[in-house]
Structure formats: C-alpha cells, structure tokens
T-cell receptor, first 109, second 117 residues
Framework: GQQLNQSPQSMFIQEGEDVSMNCTSSSIFNTWLWYKQEPGEGPVLLIALYKAGELTSNGRLTAQFGITRKDSFLNISASIPSDVGIYFC?????????FGGGTRLMVKP | GAVVSQHPSRVICKSGTSVKIECRSLDFQATTMFWYRQFPKQSLMLMATSNEGSKATYEQGVEKDKFLINHASLTLSTLTVTSAHPEDSSFYICSARDRPRSNQPQHFGDGTRLSIL
C-alpha cells in the first residue's frame, strides 16, 4: 500500500534536546495526524491538524499542516526519556488514513 | 473519550486454527472501523474497512476469505483469521472513528499479537 515519506527513520538524542521530524507526500490530504506507538501497543493520537497552514501545540509537541497540504512536521521540545517510541504521521483523505514509515526516537538520559 | 478496546491482546496457536479478534468502541458509536496489520519495525498497513451492516471493503492483496470481517453492531467489529499459518503471524490493530466521514480522527485499540506455530 501507499506510504508517506517520513524522516528521519530514527533519532538517538540526548535528554533535553529538541526533535524535529516530517512527512511529505505526492498527494494532497485533508487532515494530518501524528501518533505515537510504544512496543506492544496501538498508536496513540498526539495531534490532529485540519487546515492547511494550521499550527497546533500539545504540551511540548508542536505540529504544522503544510500550506501545500502535502506535508507536515512534528517538533518535540526539551525531550525527556518517556518520549521514547515510534512516531507516525498519517494523512487523511475521506475515510482513509495513509501512514508514514515511522520515526524511532531514542532518548539518552 | 473515544476509547477503543481490542481483545485478545495476544494469541499463540497451532497452524490451521482460526482466530477471532474483537474490536469495540467503548464510549461512542462507530459505523466504520478499520483493521490494520503491522509487521516488526514496519508501519501500519490497512487491510480492510469494516462497515456496520454491510460488507467490508478489502485492500488490494488482502484475501477476504482468509480475513473474515463482521461488523454487526455500532460498537463491535470482529476479524477472523481463518486457517491461520505462520506467515499470518503479525500485530493486528483495529481503529474506529466517532461518526462517519467526519474530521474525527481514528482512535486505535491496543493491538493483538498473533503468533502461529
């Protein structure tokens, strides 16, 4: 199936550092969603974006819906050890979601 | 709100066994639920869209006779993996949306780890 291009694939950072990841697509999406998945669990919604250009924050997380509707980024500020996990972007069109390949985040205390 | 419960969380069974996985929306009605499969270190791949009261819509390459989906009520969808074989071993995850064709995001269950011996 189709996937979005999500980068980077993995990041190993020091606690306290800021993190940035992004997704790009050749297709236009009506919504962009960011999820976090921990081992053995389902994805948990972090941020949902509904309008091109929208910038939304959730605590230390900030995400933006690209103006072209073909991309989105997620920033995490001042990372902490519990931020460890796999972050997925997902583009929504109609009823369907298309997922990025995921960014595996590792945080060194 | 928007809690999705999936059961069982883990199944280990012999080759040839059929396995049923349940997905329930606990605090909302979901006319549409989705079934995904996730292999280790990979992303989620949509298998099928489950529509309450009608047939499921399967993605290309997913065998509908192998993966039976039933969505008999607004809060329950089931996925049955028939005559499972080792290659069916995977992490199966369901999701649901509160109200169809709206901007409400999909909320996911905790997944079912299926291991076929």
């Amino acid at each position: 199936g189709q996937q979005l291009n999500q980068s980077p694939q993995s990041m190993f950072i020091q606690e306290g550092e800021d993190v940035s990841m992004n997704c790009t697509s050749s297709s236009i999406f009506n919504t962009w969603l960011w999820y976090k998945q921990e081992p053995g669990e389902g994805p948990v919604l972090l941020i949902a974006l509904y309008k091109a250009g929208e910038l939304t924050s959730n605590g230390r997380l900030t995400a933006q819906f690209g103006i072209t509707r073909k991309d989105s980024f997620l920033n995490i500020s001042a990372s902490i050890p519990s931020d460890v996990g796999i972050y997925f972007c997902a583009g929504g069109a109609g009823n369907m979601l298309t997922f990025g390949g995921g960014t595996r985040l590792m945080v060194k205390p | 709100g928007a809690v999705v419960s999936q059961h069982p969380s883990r199944v280990i069974c012999k080759s040839g066994t059929s396995v049923k996985i349940e997905c329930r929306s606990l605090d909302f009605q979901a006319t549409t639920m989705f079934w995904y499969r996730q292999f280790p270190k990979q992303s989620l791949m949509l298998m099928a869209t489950s529509n309450e009261g009608s047939k499921a819509t399967y993605e290309q390459g997913v065998e509908k006779d192998k993966f039976l989906i039933n969505h008999a009520s607004l809060t329950l969808s089931t996925l049955t993996v028939t005559s499972a074989h080792p290659e069916d071993s995977s992490f199966y995850i369901c999701s649901a949306r509160d109200r169809p064709r709206s901007n409400q995001p999909q909320h996911f269950g905790d997944g079912t780890r299926l291991s076929i011996l």
